[in-house]
């Protein structure tokens, strides 16, 4: 296995530039928050005027306008929180000032891992006789369904700096079937953080794991 930094290609250049948000994108994602917590917040006021007694005109004025500043407060702390405020500005960072990190990988013998929750099926990659190197994604099912992948020599195309973001996943040998399908996690394995991530270098030998 080994790890390499590149300038940008033309073509991964504008794989990121059109994962930026447009600014009906962010219109759009604006106005279905606000939607959806203005309601929440009048539910009560609705159900209380409907089955307990009218409010008049003047106090619904009265608490619909804090609603909607609370409302607002809480979409823009909400988007902030998520990134998607300031994705674009990450985004023109990556191109300026970062490089594509490449995984280069040569394998001959790989596990597969049951899908948990909507995680994607998992795979165990041998690296060495002490290493073995853990991907998941529902990409890397996407890929298997076309026996891309796994395969006997590949590379991941990932971004470097603020949000490590998929590129590409590029085959170059043969499609290499899993010789044993292990269990999905639990949730009690969940709960103990008993698992294994995406990235995940483990320094144990493939035939070891269960």
């Known amino acids: 296995m080994r790890k390499i930094e590149r300038p940008y290609n033309t073509e991964e250049i504008k794989l990121l530039k059109s994962r930026k948000n447009s600014l009906w994108d962010h219109f759009e994602n604006f106005g279905l928050k606000f939607i959806g917590i203005t309601f929440v917040l009048l539910a009560p006021l609705l159900l209380y005027d409907k089955f307990i007694g009218k409010v008049s005109s003047e106090t619904q004025l009265l608490i619909l306008i804090p609603l909607l500043i609370i409302s607002i407060g809480t979409v823009i702390y909400w988007m902030n929180k998520n990134g998607e405020i300031g994705w674009n500005k990450k985004v023109n960072n990556e191109l300026k000032n970062g490089k594509a990190q490449v995984l280069k990988i040569q394998t001959d013998k790989v596990f597969k891992r049951k899908q948990t929750y909507d995680l994607g099926s998992g795979f165990y990659i041998k690296i060495s006789d002490n290493e073995t190197l853990f991907l998941q994604g529902q990409y890397f099912d996407e890929l298997q369904y076309g026996r891309k992948f796994p395969n006997t020599d590949f590379e991941i195309v990932r971004?470097?700096?603020?949000?490590?973001?998929?590129?590409?996943?590029?085959?170059?040998?043969?499609?290499l079937k899993p010789e044993k399908k292990l269990k999905a996690f639990t949730k009690e394995q969940f709960d103990k953080n008993e698992v294994h991530w995406d990235g995940d270098l483990l320094e144990i030998p493939i035939e070891k794991i269960k």
């Not at 971004?159 to 499609?175: A, P, V």
């Open 159 to 175: 971004t470097k700096l603020t949000f490590n973001e998929l590129i590409d996943i590029k085959s170059f040998g043969e499609y």
